[in-house]
């Protein structure tokens, strides 16, 4: 158990929907990242917050938003979905308090989903 | 944009066999960490090599980092069954800060077969 926590577990929708992922990052980390995974592309970084700041953005698609509020847990928000969205979506947190591993990223489980 | 090119994608073994899985790039990363995946769950991080040339044993994994920090593999000693999963190598660019984004490759996905 990685410590990182995220729901739904699976989640089945349709094309042109909106859905919601949420995601609490480990007792004390501050920053939270997000993945898409999928079979043809691999782990590809969304976007990562810091302390409730956007700090790096990767192949985000505009249909995507995430935003992480002040307990630190953080939403990553899909519309518009398409088929082609389907795919397991991870969080993972990283930077530790004062004397840990800043740079380990831990995942959590993921959230699997099927757009119809 | 880094890439990083995992091989072989796919590998299926017996019980009792050596392997050994690649990661390679064109650029140069501040550090290359490895994680296994297995099904229906997130990746988790097996071992961070930071120094080019570096060798870290993990059991009976061997983990190396090219010399100029762009290539890295991962050994696995008389492969069990438990040893099955998918095998992501990751690298960091830069060092310390809040941002910290990681390049991931596609992975090998390993089969130990009893």
């Known amino acids: 158990d990685s410590g990182v926590t995220q729901t739904p577990k699976h989640l089945i929708t349709a094309t042109g929907q909106r859905v919601t992922l949420r995601c609490s990052p480990r007792?004390?980390?501050?920053?939270v990242y997000w993945y898409q995974q999928s079979l043809d592309q691999g782990l590809q970084f969304l976007i990562q917050?810091?302390?409730?700041?956007?700090?790096a953005k990767g192949n985000i698609l505009e249909r995507f938003s995430a935003q992480q509020f002040p307990d630190l847990h953080s939403e990553l928000n899909l519309s518009s979905l398409e088929l082609g969205d389907s795919a397991l979506y991870f969080c993972?947190?990283?930077?530790?308090?004062?004397?840990?591993?800043?740079?380990?990223?831990?995942f959590g489980p993921g959230t699997r989903l099927l757009v119809l | 944009t880094q890439l990083l090119e995992q091989s072989p994608q796919f590998l299926s073994i017996q019980e009792g066999e050596n392997l050994t899985v690649y990661c390679n790039s064109s650029?140069?990363?501040?550090?290359l960490q490895w994680y296994r995946q297995e099904p229906g769950e997130g990746p988790v991080l097996l071992v961070t090599?930071?120094?080019?040339?570096e060798v870290k044993k993990l059991k009976r994994l061997t983990f190396q980092f090219g010399d100029a920090r762009k290539d890295s593999s991962l050994h696995i000693t008389a492969a069990q069954p438990g040893d099955t999963g998918l095998y992501l190598c990751a690298g960091a660019p830069g060092s310390g800060g809040s941002n910290y984004k990681l390049t991931f490759g596609k992975g090998t996905l390993l089969t130990v077969n009893p």
């Open positions: 090599v930071v120094t080019g040339g």
């Open positions: 993972a947190s990283s930077v530790a308090p004062a004397g840990g591993d800043t740079k380990t990223q831990y």
């Open positions: 917050y810091y302390n409730g700041e956007e700090r």
């Open positions: 007792s004390g980390d501050l920053s």
């Open positions: 650029s140069v990363f501040s550090s």
